[in-house]
């Protein structure tokens, strides 16, 4: 996808992928794409309430992203963060149970859609301010330099998200500390309803911000492939101790900001465009005509990952909320500092 | 305070029901259409979306993108373009899409909005409004609910601003902007959509005048905002059981309308301060200390505060319920407060 | 609250007398010892300043500039960095330089920090510490004279420690960086240099419990940092005048010590709470409730509130001089409280 | 100034200054020049008792810069702001009346040397936050625009401030709305104790922030020639309607973070070569020698504003401090709203 949108001319038609990888991240993407689609179908329903900030359209991002992941490395994320939190590894019956306000979701239901996390995937923080996660990656980054480990730290936002102070802070503070994290940039067009070219008069948001010092480019983020390569070789810099990068990964957002809101200020053409070559389909195309696979063990994914979408949900609306007692446990440590 | 008081137009039934939301609405407008120096800024404000919560839908069809502009999303600069074009005589209207956003602004609203008048010793003002909608309620979590106004009013040099009604809002949003110091005008979500009468054309209520929206005798509730409707109806409930109590509207935090508070107080005997923000050293803190203070001797019980729990805003619907105050938990403690002496 | 107060060692006078300044270094330099996950950020911290306010002198020769790591101006990403490493399990001590500049970093504080234990439910938490310079009385100005901890204590998941002897300093700060939560350390400028008696090697002082410092029956004074001395100096003025007043110093304002204020005031039956802090809104008016409330009825007189008068910080001396409470003021005070019933 | 901070090879030996115009600069120059020393002193010998932010070194900058401006163009500056005070047309007696908090100070002594201001000359805020005055710059520059008058903003700002959050954001801000602002970066290599290498990777900030989408350049800012070009050029677009500039002026601190501050972690060697070259003597010998103006011109110049200087003193010196009633005022337009 390029700036404005459109598919770009040229695509990889060979890749660093084993077959076994790319099957992972079908499965990734399935699985993030089953999960939004059974929770739409809740929230139109009625059956479930909550505000849900869609993610397709992105699904590649995560999925290419966490192939080169391990279990220990971090990664922070946004309100509009499932896929990624679905990519690192939470557990998909503690990540629907805390969308429904469960006292078996990843934090007992007190943290909701906006603030999942799960340390034992990685995944450390979901926050709902914009900017808010890049500094906190920076000191993730920054224990593992410290520790000497080699583990490293990948912090998702949006185009949107490049206007905010916090966000240059950290870039800032990454580059000079050469600390292994990776700016993944989901460059959807969109923050809320105000497009690209209406929030900066930057055209290529990898250009500004290699000032800061560090490696910066932009990739095809509906693209596995291209995904793949640009992931991996920042990945592996980081993990070797070459220090950060920003990935401007292009992509589109299909659907509005959160579920049930307008699309009336999107450009139509340009909207049907991408959702005729959305990233899911797009992507078993390729694994099809590309790669060879055979379309029925794609079949066998698919219904898989429904499956287990669906026991998730059955199991989450079958948990029970948290007790009253939750009202007072998590402000500290110790109950008795509670001031109040 | 008094002159203030005497200007207020009285409500008439009969005028247009509208939301509050429309009411903030109108009030822009009319702003707009008297003063060429008054315009908009903040996130996604222009149409077609006119504000996530609608306030300025309209506006930029209207005025021009020129005088309603859409923004990055940069606190900092949204709030500080508000002061600098306010520093050269403007009368801006920025908007903070959600109280809690203000905590990445705060150094322009803290900073440099409260303090350039004094610092300057008077030879220049900030004649700005920040618009901030303040949620709750709602399951949004930690980080989109909070009400903090306390950090508002703690900080000498602001007008702190909350109605409670669609018609409170147009009259004071009126005033905030044309008023020569910064005032932060808090909208609270939950009401934004209720509608109420509100008068036609331009209209005015002063800052710093509170208002009585249910007169009593056994026990006075003072609140605010969202908590205005929990208050009256825990009075409605408490009336059939025969206690008689007084709703008293602050409306602004900033000025604080000390003498209504004091002579709601002195007449009851007992009181009340209901708000969301976080009871511990919240803005119930200050008005329950001056009333205990001014009132030392005179009350037939303790000043009794009523606010959120002291933790963050819990996301299950269950737990944010217990979270805040609402009308039964008021209506108890107002029956606890008349059975106390 | 019982068993941490009975852990507190007694002072010993022959201590070796060092300032608070080279109190909160040894804190710094132990913890760093003891422990490899201790760290240290902030803006010009290294060698050779080792710190505006030389809390870090030494620090960067002795441990090396990995742990402690000057910092571009940018406080977010100070505090953000800080919030990351302990999310991974270490235990970072941030320096802001000044408190006024949480303003800039007030997001990650307030909405990252205080919160992400509770958002978490508990499977992550923030061990962080910050320490910070407070500004007043040095003609410093509006923007680099604040007393914030209001706004700290108004945000559930922080907990705020205020020292004003070296060794509470040292003994405090030590068991911050081994808090669990997120604390915020406020260093008075005004009383940085000043010597004490301080024990030497390890030293720890629970958070939570106040400290008599002077004992009194008449009244008492409910004070911290910077207004500790001036109560003491009001109180010494006093006991010539035969009223013998009691000066509790909080140390911590959350966790707060209910019960140490509760005892003080049913005590005395006479309380005024003092400050820096603006007044209004402020840290007192929530223990001035809580002293009303809790005491209704057994009070001898209103709780008093003595803080900053409600505007910016004045630069002229003269003017600074009476914006902050201080002996005089706090010594009539209780003259008028004494002659009360 | 190179941005090591050695003297550039080339220097401008003609330029497109009048006669006039390098006087008035000179003047200007030998004005903060003459206020320094005479404050040093003072701060010396115990007659004053202040926080002050030495200019030394930085004198050209505003000098030349507001031979550009008009009374009624806006600037806006920082706690090391008295060249640019005095530069924009403060008055010396209200400028050095406030610094001593007297009531004939520009805020009757209330705002102090780091918040010094005065409409009628155009300078709007001095703040003491870094940063914090940019996205202010932005709103004044606005208010012209929105009026459609020809005013252009400066706001003036330090290295060290390139690391902070506002200046991202209103940078951002600027060049998206197209306003006539001019960011002008006093770069003396330094941010209190850490050096500019020490606080960022990036080695050019006219490049970063040219990524913004905005014209952005390297100035020798020790140079009145360069200063007085680059000023004159980005000043004139501004007023053209042609949007910001970045200017990054390279100068250098001659002296501590403040007065009586310690100067041991800057580079010795480095030091006494900027102080060798400093730039009120080298524009005096440039006068001289390039311009062929006379010294006696010059000498007149030199006695005329330290005489003026010394009556700023004796006048601030000579007036009341604020009485106690200025405690309750200027807080809100009207003392009936304070609420204590
Ligand atoms: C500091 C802050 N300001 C405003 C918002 C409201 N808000 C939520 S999402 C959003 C748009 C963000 O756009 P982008 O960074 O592109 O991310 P996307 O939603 O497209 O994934 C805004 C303005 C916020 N959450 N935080
Ligand atoms: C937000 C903020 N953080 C820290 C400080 C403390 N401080 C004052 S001046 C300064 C250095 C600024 O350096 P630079 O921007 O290069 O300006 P210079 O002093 O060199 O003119 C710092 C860190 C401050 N005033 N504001
Ligand atoms: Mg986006
Ligand atoms: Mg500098």
């Given amino acids: ?340 | 305070m008094m002159d203030r008081r005497s200007q207020e137009p009285a409500g008439a039934p009969e005028d247009p029901a509208i939301t509050m939301s429309e009411a903030v609405n109108q009030a822009l407008d009319l702003a707009m259409a008297e003063d060429p120096e008054v315009f908009v800024i903040g996130e996604d404000i222009e149409d077609p979306i006119g504000g996530v919560m609608k306030g300025t839908k309209g506006l930029s069809t209207r005025y021009g993108r020129e005088r309603v502009r859409n923004t990055p999303i940069s606190e900092q600069a949204i709030v500080g373009a508000a002061i600098g074009a306010s520093l050269a005589g403007m009368r801006p209207v920025a908007e903070v899409m959600l109280m809690d956003f203000f905590a990445v602004a705060m150094d322009q609203v803290a900073n440099h909005a409260a303090k350039l008048r004094y610092m300057s010793g008077g030879r220049t003002n900030v004649p700005i409004t920040i618009r901030t909608s303040v949620g709750g309620g709602r399951q949004f979590g930690a980080q989109h609910s909070q009400s903090l106004e306390a950090w508002m009013m703690h900080t000498p040099g602001l007008k702190v601003v909350v109605p409670s009604t669609p018609r409170d809002a147009k009259g004071l949003l009126y005033s905030c902007i044309f008023d020569d110091d910064p005032c932060i005008f808090m909208e609270t979500m939950s009401l934004l959509f209720i509608r109420g009468p509100v008068p036609a054309g331009r209209f005015e209520l002063p800052l710093g005048v509170a208002d009585v929206k249910r007169a009593g005798e056994d026990a006075t509730v003072v609140t605010w905002g969202w908590q205005v409707p929990e208050a009256l109806a825990a009075a409605e409930v408490l009336s059939a059981e025969g206690i008689s109590v007084e709703v008293l509207d602050l409306r602004t935090l900033v000025p604080l309308d000390k003498e209504a508070i004091l002579a709601s107080a002195a007449k009851t005997g007992r009181v009340v301060v209901v708000h969301a923000a976080t009871q511990f050293a919240g803005p119930g803190a200050e008005i329950a200390s001056m009333v205990s203070h001014d009132l030392f001797g005179r009350l037939s019980a303790p000043v009794e505060r009523l606010g959120a729990v002291y933790s963050p805003v819990p996301y299950a619907s269950g737990l944010e319920a217990r979270h805040y105050p609402e009308r039964t938990r008021i209506a108890e403690c107002i029956r606890a407060l008349v059975g106390h002496s």
């Fill in chain 1, 1 to 340: 996808m390029t700036s404005d949108g459109g598919t770009p001319p040229s695509r990889p038609s060979t890749s660093g992928l084993s077959d076994d990888a790319a099957l992972r991240i079908f499965r990734t993407m399935c699985t993030i794409r089953s999960a939004e689609d059974r929770i739409v179908l809740g929230l139109n329903s009625g059956e479930f309430r909550m505000t849900y900030y869609g993610v397709r359209g992105q699904e590649v991002i995560p999925a290419a992203v966490c192939e080169h992941l391990r279990r220990d490395d971090y990664m922070v994320t946004t309100y509009r963060g499932m896929h990624d939190c679905i990519a690192k590894g939470i557990p998909l019956d503690e990540l629907v149970a805390e969308m429904c306000g469960k006292v078996t979701g990843t934090s007992k239901g007190k943290g909701g859609p906006m603030h999942l996390s799960d340390p034992q995937s990685g995944l450390m923080v979901t926050t709902g301010v914009v900017g808010g996660g890049l500094p906190i990656a920076v000191g993730l980054a920054l224990s593992s330099k410290l520790r000497g480990t080699d583990q490293v730290t990948v912090v998702n936002f949006g185009d949107g998200a490049t206007s905010i102070g916090a966000t240059h802070e950290a870039c800032n503070l990454a580059a000079l500390w050469e600390v292994p994290v990776i700016f993944v940039c989901q460059h959807n067009q969109y923050g809320e309803h105000t497009r690209f070219a209406d929030f900066t008069r930057t055209r290529s948001l990898a250009d500004r911000f290699r000032g800061y010092g560090m490696e910066a480019r932009t990739v095809d983020g509906n693209s596995v492939p291209a995904m793949d390569e640009a992931a991996g070789e920042a990945i592996g810099r980081a993990r070797d101790g070459g220090g950060p990068t920003f990935l401007e990964c292009m992509t589109y957002r299909l659907g509005g900001h959160t579920f049930g809101s307008t699309t009336e200020y999107m450009d139509a053409d340009e909207y049907s465009r991408a959702e005729a070559d959305e990233p899911v389909a797009r992507y078993r195309r390729w694994l099809i005509g590309d790669r060879g696979i055979g379309e029925g063990v794609l079949h066998e994914i698919e219904d898989d990952v429904a499956a287990r979408v669906e026991e998730a949900v059955a199991a989450a609306k079958a948990a029970a909320p948290p007790g009253a007692d939750e009202l007072f446990t998590d402000v500290f440590s110790s109950q008795g500092d509670l001031p109040g």
